[in-house]
């Protein structure tokens, strides 16, 4: 048996290279018959977490002049069966569909919504052409990029660091983390911990302790995640090398009137830092900051005479609070000195006074 078809072919007339006039020009021919046949153009589907996906499957009748009279569709996954088409009907479920105007075309491409990790397998495209049954087989594959954190970015000079890179939320389960200075690996110390999700995925962190030194400012650290599923197959997350600095201010106050002083936590930029104020080491005021370079807290008081008064700074990263002691002089300190040593001076002359008197008055009473 044959059929005609129409060929068409296009010719280019190259009157301008960059720009050339293309002509169609078609003829008849016969053709054998098409023969049944089943294709699935993309034997592995790779597909994110909760995304929808398509599994393309397609088909070529023999008998065309029937239209889809005589097949029947069906997807399966194992043993289990997610759609068919057959006798012009379409069964769909929640999870599967098929373009049910799009099977005419010999497109019988199956819509997977909403994919989870347990979506992940081997799936099963089958159309029936009485008396013929072919099956093409689709793998789809299940990916989740990693969420990358880092417990602190901070490197602080001078103290032993506790690094942490953590991964969230990915899938599959292999992973390489590792901690990059200035371009060259650091040792491995560790090997990173694997914990699994409810919902299937992974968690993994690389903890690394490190001495960071004098010099370090001026370098790069980082840690490096692979993983399938980033779009450029890794990714940097950087530390910051720096040494914190808590200062107080002013130095200098009014007698007996209302001041303000300040205590400042900077030099870094700081994930959270709480900069407070103690008197007696008893908390009078406190101040939570996040994402800043400077922490402030400011406090409003009235001296007569100087008190125990301190500054303490903590932030995510260092091993131990700063402080510093609030060291102050009064503006009017040296007058008051002074006034303070006459007053000592008279009251000691009134009492020699006293004395010049007393003990001859009592001398003359005796006798």
């Known amino acids: 048996m044959y059929t005609t078809r129409c060929i068409c072919k296009a010719s280019s007339i190259v009157e301008d290279p960059m720009h050339p006039i293309h002509k169609l020009s078609c003829h008849q021919e016969k053709a054998a018959a098409p023969q049944f046949q089943v294709y699935a153009p993309q034997p592995e589907v790779r597909v994110r977490l909760h995304a929808d996906v398509v599994l393309p499957c397609g088909f070529i009748l023999s008998a065309p002049e029937h239209g889809l009279k005589y097949v029947i569709i069906t997807w399966r996954r194992g043993e289990v069966e997610l759609v068919q088409y057959k006798d012009g009907r379409v069964t769909n479920t929640s999870k599967a569909k098929l373009f049910e105007h799009e099977l005419q075309n010999g497109n019988a491409t199956l819509l997977l919504p909403d994919i989870t990790i347990e979506d ?17 087989n689709v793998q789809l594959k299940v990916t989740a990029a990693p969420r990358v954190s880092l417990k602190s970015p901070l490197l602080v000079i001078g103290q032993v660091n506790i ?19 200035h371009n060259n690996s650091l040792p491995n110390k560790e090997t990173p911990l694997l914990s699994e999700n409810s919902n299937g995925t992974f968690n993994a962190v690389s903890r690394y302790n490190y001495t960071s030194v004098t010099g370090d400012e001026g370098l790069s650290f980082c840690c490096l995640v692979n993983h399938e599923a980033l779009d450029k197959s890794t990714m940097e997350i950087h530390l910051q090398p720096c040494k914190p600095t808590l200062t107080v201010s002013p ?32 908390t009078e005021k406190r101040n939570e900051c996040e994402g800043v370079r400077e922490c402030v807290c400011n406090l409003n008081i009235i001296l007569n005479y100087p008190e125990d008064f301190s500054c303490e700074g903590e932030a995510e990263g260092l091993d131990k609070p700063l402080t510093e002691p609030y060291v102050f002089t009064f503006k009017d300190q040296e007058s008051y000195h002074l006034t303070e040593l006459i007053r000592i001076v008279l009251g000691n002359g009134l009492l020699l006074l006293l004395l010049l008197f007393v003990i001859p008055l009592c001398y003359v009473l005796r006798h």
């Open 120 to 136: 992940e397998g081997d799936y099963e495209c089958e159309v029936y052409e009485t008396p013929i049954k072919v099956k093409k």
């Open 251 to 282: 130095r200098v106050l009014q007698r007996g009137q209302m001041e303000s002083i300040t205590c400042t936590l900077d030099s870094c930029l700081f994930s959270k830092a709480t900069v407070s104020w103690k008197r007696k080491g008893e």
């Open 163 to 181: 690094l942490e890179c953590h991964a969230h939320d990915f899938y599959p389960n292999t992973i390489s983390l590792e901690w990059i200075k």
